[in-house]
């Protein structure tokens, strides 16, 4: 899903063309010949930010984790300062606050952009290809919904907790009968 957003981005803000963008690496796509004009997403790395945000009904649990994703945009070309150009306004674009709420209204938000590194390679034909890199760091929420039945009310008796029994099985110690409800968390700390 963010590359999709990432996708719609660049060819909303930089009037790039669909079939210009690439998902992945160099060597998991096939790219286009004679080192046309292109642009390739590559997601680097992924984080969690904080826990887990969870909520209930009567049937479901949600489960939401907020998720940072730190994604490369290669321009890739043979026309050096159009690469830059575009790199260049991507960066400048992603510091801006139409682009924050932009991503704001796509629930995500754009945190922030690298600056535009020129990482030039030689291709499979010994060709110099033009490559500037704009990385983007970007955070949205994943959505995990599960069964999970949970009682509607809880109802405690403790008509009888603090009253000695008549049961001659069970000891005769004070600390065995207590009165109010007992948190057994507190209560027996260390097993």
């Not at 400048?92 to 924050?100: A, K």
Request: charged content about 25%; hydrophobic content about 35%; proline content about 3%.
């Amino acid at each position: 899903m963010v590359l999709e957003l990432i996708n719609d981005y660049l060819m909303h803000f930089l009037n790039l063309e669909q079939n210009t963008i690439f998902q992945g690496y160099q060597n998991c796509v096939a790219l286009p010949e004679n080192n046309e004009n292109f642009c390739i997403l590559s997601i680097s790395d992924i984080n969690r930010h904080g826990s887990n945000v969870e909520s209930f009904d009567s049937n479901n649990a949600t489960i939401k984790k907020l998720v940072g994703y730190t994604i490369d945009v290669d321009f890739i070309g043979d026309n050096e300062i159009k690469e830059r150009e575009l790199a260049s306004k991507l960066e400048t674009l992603s510091w801006s606050e139409v682009i924050r709420q932009w991503f704001k209204d796509n629930e995500a938000s754009m945190l922030y952009a690298s600056k535009v590194q020129d990482v030039p390679y030689v291709d499979e034909d010994s060709h110099y290809v033009h490559r500037y890199r704009v990385t983007l760091e970007i955070s949205m929420w994943e959505e995990i919904q599960v069964d999970a039945q949970t009682a509607k009310e809880v109802s405690i008796d403790i008509s009888q907790h603090g009253e000695k029994s008549n049961d001659p099985n069970k000891p005769d110690n004070p600390n065995y009968y207590k009165d109010g409800i007992e948190n057994i968390d507190a209560e027996h700390k260390g097993g």
